[in-house]
């Protein structure tokens, strides 16, 4: 069962007009929400990132935290599985194609997903990923569903048998297509600051509490694009994907080729934190 405008349907009976503006002009925001055992994980986090991108793109929140928390709770309830992702989706409504914004309601959506957990094989072995120009605009933080940029930057990494696009913009390293990044150099974790360059990822926050709650060195700072190329470990996180090693980066191992310490720790703590 989806949620589309204060109902719940079927996807199969849902339908939107061919004039929403998120179809027109992709002007509209999402989020993504693990639920783990039926709870969504960090669901105040999701929402808060969810008010910082509608406040981005100026488009009033049409529900409050308890209101959204209810639907997103009836979402759940409503879909089988334990553990699902919730796609949640506003865009600024259906109107005449005109750029200024409409006075009309918002188009509002959610769906469930079945949440898997990353294969073994994919946690023994890690993945490869590549490096490409970060080439999107300068307002990364705001969780926009205007992806195209995105779209075109994971399929390098498809086309090259790769699972992710690492980017770099002016020589240092802001994220992966849709995942955050983080570096092992010398033994310390680093991770790129937030700023308006990328996502502020919920599941990298998670990691950067849990390094520091169990005394792991590490530095959030500037990651230059050589320090990358001469990483130890590099790992990416996502609510869908949770943490992942990169274990080749542009048909190169990476450190030994295999995942690292480092990661195999940050795995263990994400696996006892999340349960
Ligand atoms: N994407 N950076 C980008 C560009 C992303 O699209 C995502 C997540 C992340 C990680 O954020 P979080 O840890 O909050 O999931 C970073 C989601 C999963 C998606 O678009 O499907």
């Known amino acids: 069962m989806i949620f589309l405008n204060g109902q719940f349907m079927p996807i199969e009976k849902a339908s939107i007009s061919v004039l929403d503006r998120g179809f027109i002009f992709g002007d509209g925001v999402y989020e993504v929400i693990p639920v783990y055992s039926r709870r969504p994980f960090r669901l105040d986090k999701h929402l808060h990132r969810l008010q910082h991108s509608l406040d981005g793109i100026r488009l009033r929140n049409p529900y409050t935290s308890e209101q959204w928390s209810d639907l997103i709770g009836q979402v759940v309830d409503k879909n089988a599985g334990d553990d699902q992702s919730i796609y949640l989706h506003i865009t600024r409504g259906v109107a005449k194609r005109d750029h200024p914004f409409p006075d009309v309601p918002p188009t509002v959506f959610m769906m469930s997903n079945p949440l898997l957990p990353p294969q073994p094989e994919l946690l023994e072995k890690g993945v490869a990923a590549i490096t490409a120009s970060d080439n999107r605009w300068i307002r990364c933080d705001i969780k926009s569903i205007s992806l195209l940029p995105n779209v075109l930057l ?84 996502s609510s869908t994907r949770e943490i992942m090693a990169v274990t080749r980066l542009n048909e190169q191992p990476v450190g030994t080729g295999s995942p690292g310490a480092i990661f195999r720790q940050l795995h263990q703590f994400y696996q006892q934190y999340k349960a």
């Not at 699972?163 to 570096?183: H, M, P, W, Y």
Request: aromatic share 4%; hydrophobic share 50%.
């Open 154 to 237: 994971r399929q390098i990494a498809v086309d090259a048998g790769a699972a992710e696009t690492i980017l770099i913009r002016d020589g240092f390293l802001t994220e992966g297509s849709a995942s955050n990044i983080f570096v092992v150099k010398d033994q310390v974790l680093l991770a790129p600051p937030k700023s308006h360059l990328m996502l502020p990822g919920i599941t990298y926050d998670v990691l950067l509490e849990l390094v520091a709650e169990n005394h792991v060195i590490h530095e959030v700072r500037e990651i230059s694009e050589d320090e990358l190329f001469s990483a130890e470990e590099i790992m990416l996180t």
